[in-house]
């Protein structure tokens, strides 16, 4: 069974460009995750879908922030326009129906804002 | 809101015995989970406490007293290969809030 695939790996920009993030999750995961890892700091959640629902996106930063979740399978972040804080890793995670408590990451995309 | 709570570093030798703390400030706490990442990797699920007491997995223990908003993770007869770092996450209703993560430095 594949896991939790993200692509790119690795993205370098400079401000003010735009960039998108993919997550494709394990198969028949309903629940999927973003976070965000600044270096040295905690794993910061960002928002959940639950199929093509966001159940919570309080932790997205701002309205430079956008996720969507076509026909609840695979996830974009798109982050418009970048800026240097933006720099960190991202994580996607998913889950099957009964928790959050058992998630499955993804490799992370690794974002660097110049 | 939700704070978590761990030591930034710990170092041991190789066989040892590692308790990794964990404190929490949350509302709508269900349950403890912990996480290891290695350098580069995703972070990958270790153990989940949802009652207080002990879980064992192997040479993995986690521990949860509700009462005390306090956790541990207890690793045995540390391998080099245990060295990452371990994150502490709690589990409100719908989601998990990590925190900056403890990186255990494990040395022959």
């Known amino acids: 069974e594949a896991g939790v695939t993200q692509f790119p790996s690795h993205s370098v920009i400079e401000k003010g460009q735009t960039v998108t993030l993919r997550c494709d999750p394990i198969s028949g995961h309903d629940n999927l995750y973003w976070y965000r890892r600044v270096m040295g700091k905690e794993i910061k959640f960002l928002l959940h879908?639950?199929?093509?629902?966001?159940?919570?996106e309080s932790g997205m930063p701002n309205n430079r922030f956008l996720a969507e979740r076509t026909g609840g399978t695979y996830s974009t972040l798109k982050v418009q326009p970048a800026e240097l804080e933006d720099s960190g890793v991202y994580f996607c995670?998913?889950?099957?129906?009964?928790?959050?408590?058992?998630?499955?990451f993804g490799p992370g995309t690794r974002l660097l804002v110049l | 809101g939700q704070s978590l709570e761990q030591p930034s570093e710990v170092t041991a030798v190789e066989g040892a015995i590692v308790q990794i703390n964990c404190t929490y400030q949350t509302s709508g706490f269900y349950g403890l989970s912990w996480y290891q990442q290695h350098d580069g990797g995703a972070p990958t699920f270790l153990s989940y406490n949802a009652l207080d007491g002990l879980e064992e997995t192997g040479r993995f223990s986690s521990f949860l007293s509700r009462s005390d908003s306090y956790g541990y993770l207890l690793l045995q007869e540390l391998q080099m290969k245990d060295s990452a770092s371990y994150f502490c996450?709690?589990?409100?209703?719908?989601?998990?809030?990590f925190g900056a993560g403890t990186r255990l430095t494990v040395k022959p």
């Open positions: 995670a998913s889950s099957q129906g009964q928790g959050p408590e058992t998630q499955y």
């Open positions: 996450a709690v589990r409100d209703r719908y989601d998990m809030r």
């Open positions: 879908f639950v199929k093509e629902s966001k159940q919570d």
